[in-house]
T-cell receptor, first 111, second 114 residues
């Protein structure tokens, strides 16, 4: 199906574990983004990518790693999960200036 | 740097009331785009409108209308005759210049009751 898909939808992990959130888009949009949503903060940008093999930090990148070897995929890895990374994570894609299409989100709980 | 402020954290209205959600933005760029997104209780983010900085015409779509005023750096959203299904968190957002990073406000939670 066309669109942007995030997996998993829900994830519970333990402190210190590595976890990867997946994001796949079928539009061949140049830009992809990862946001986290926390109460009182709205959505904050973690990392973004302008094209394959080009990534850059957003507002809150610490503790996260991204890669983009293919245009359609943009995984987000928490190298050593902490409780402060409990959040809802949204992936998005866009063409420049045209606004975003968001995935359905991944609710991550770190215990 | 750009910033979006949604000063209203929560608003409660009774069905059929009109309600306005405020959005104030800051940017030094002359070219920018403003957005509104809706996040219903199911959690997905739904695009509502995109407006560029050169188009100050107000927009109306059914019960929804948007008032863009560059003089006050505001992009307010009004729901006329609100309905329970309008209950959601609404986000205002901004993209500036050649950048593609969307900057969000902190959102306004709208509760519409019978």
């Amino acid at each position: 199906d066309a669109g942007i898909t995030q997996s998993p939808r829900y994830k519970i992990t333990e402190t210190g574990r590595q976890v990867t959130l997946m994001c796949h888009q079928t539009w061949s949009h140049s830009y992809m983004f990862w946001y986290r949503q926390d109460l009182g903060h709205g959505l904050r940008l973690i990392y973004y990518s302008a094209a394959a093999d080009i990534t850059d930090k957003g507002e809150v990148p610490d503790g996260y790693v991204v890669s983009r070897s293919k245009t359609e995929n943009f995984p987000l890895t928490l190298e050593s999960a902490t409780r402060s990374q409990t959040s809802v994570y949204f992936c998005a894609s866009s063409e420049q200036g045209w606004g975003y299409t968001f995935g359905s989100g991944t609710r991550l709980t770190v215990v | 740097a750009q910033k979006v402020t949604q000063a209203q954290t929560e608003i409660s209205v009774v069905e059929k009331e009109d309600v306005t959600l405020d959005c104030v933005y800051e940017t030094r760029d002359t070219t920018y785009y403003l957005f509104w997104y809706k996040q219903p209780p199911s959690g997905e983010l739904v695009f509502l409108i995109r407006r560029n900085s050169f188009d100050e015409q107000n927009e109306i779509s059914g019960r929804y209308s948007w008032n863009f005023q560059k003089s006050t750096s505001s992009f307010n959203f009004t729901i006329t005759a609100s309905q329970v299904v309008d209950s959601a968190v609404y986000f205002c957002a901004l993209i500036t210049g050649t950048a593609s990073k969307l900057t969000f406000g902190t959102g306004t939670r709208l509760q519409v009751t019978l």
